[in-house]
Antibody, heavy 117, light 109 residues
Framework: EVQLVESGGDLVQPGGSLRLSCAASGLTFSNYNMNWVRQAPGKGLEWISYIHSGGNTIWYANSVRGRFTISRDNAKNSLYLQMNSLRDEDTAVYHC??????????WGQGTLVTVSS | QSALTQPRSVSGSPGQSVTISCTGTSSDVGGYNYVFWYQQHPGKAPKLMIYDVTKRPSGVPDRFSGSKSGNTASLTISGLQAEDESDFYCGSFAGNSWVFGGGTKVTVL
């Protein structure tokens, strides 16, 4: 069974930093392109970042470019999201998700990030 | 990277059909045949219902169908059932990004 388990969500003040992790099991992680997708409370889904299976191609949404950094460690079957200069509007549940064929396949349940003073 | 436009809600009685529209631009919906639809129940991860505009993953009932015309994609649910009551999100590949719609709440009357 494929499992994606996010961790690292917390309450953080505006301007602060946080690092999210996504631990993958039940799949050959190094074969999968990975993404972070977030959902603000009561709001819709927002794709925020993509990293190719080999880590050599990375994309960001305009809303996070320059503040967030996606990375992966295939040896540890893990995906990361370093979030800096956090804003109130970054408050959301952050999901990691695989992508293939231009759609998202497996999703984690998400980790909650709350940005508030 | 503007969000796709979906109606906030649609409703129908059991057995009826409902259609959800999803309007984008020539840079996303109109430019690629990579439109997808997800169903999300409260507190759950999204579930893929339609991909590549019209394709259904294994296990998704054929009551769910997708289509596209120009910059607008549509999801039709035929034979509405109680368990269909949930949120539906469209999305599209947009070059070096993806964009989602704001979501549509489907209510079964």
């Amino acid at each position: 069974e494929v499992q994606l388990v996010e961790s690292g969500g917390d309450l953080v003040q505006p301007g602060g930093s946080l690092r999210l992790s996504c631990a993958a099991s039940g799949l050959t992680f190094s074969n999968y392109n990975m993404n972070w997708v977030r959902q603000a409370p009561g709001k819709g889904l927002e794709w925020i970042s993509y990293i190719h299976s080999g880590g050599n191609t990375i994309w960001y949404a305009n809303s996070v470019r320059g503040r967030f950094t996606i990375s992966r460690d295939n040896a540890k079957n893990s995906l990361y999201l370093q979030m800096n200069s956090l804003r109130d509007e970054d408050t959301a549940v952050y999901h990691c998700a695989t992508s293939g064929g231009y759609r998202f396949g497996y999703w984690g349940q998400g980790t909650l990030v709350t940005v508030s003073s | 990277q503007s969000a796709l436009t979906q109606p906030r809600s649609v409703s129908g009685s059991p057995g009826q059909s409902v259609t959800i529209s999803c309007t984008g631009t020539s840079s996303d919906v109109g430019g690629y045949n990579y439109v997808f639809w997800y169903q999300q129940h409260p507190g759950k991860a999204p579930k893929l219902m339609i991909y590549d505009v019209t394709k259904r993953p294994s296990g998704v009932p054929d009551r769910f169908s997708g289509s596209k015309s120009g910059n607008t994609a549509s999801l039709t649910i035929s034979g509405l059932q109680a368990e269909d009551e949930s949120d539906f999100y469209c999305g599209s590949f947009a070059g070096n990004s993806w964009v989602f719609g704001g979501g549509t709440k489907v209510t079964v009357l």
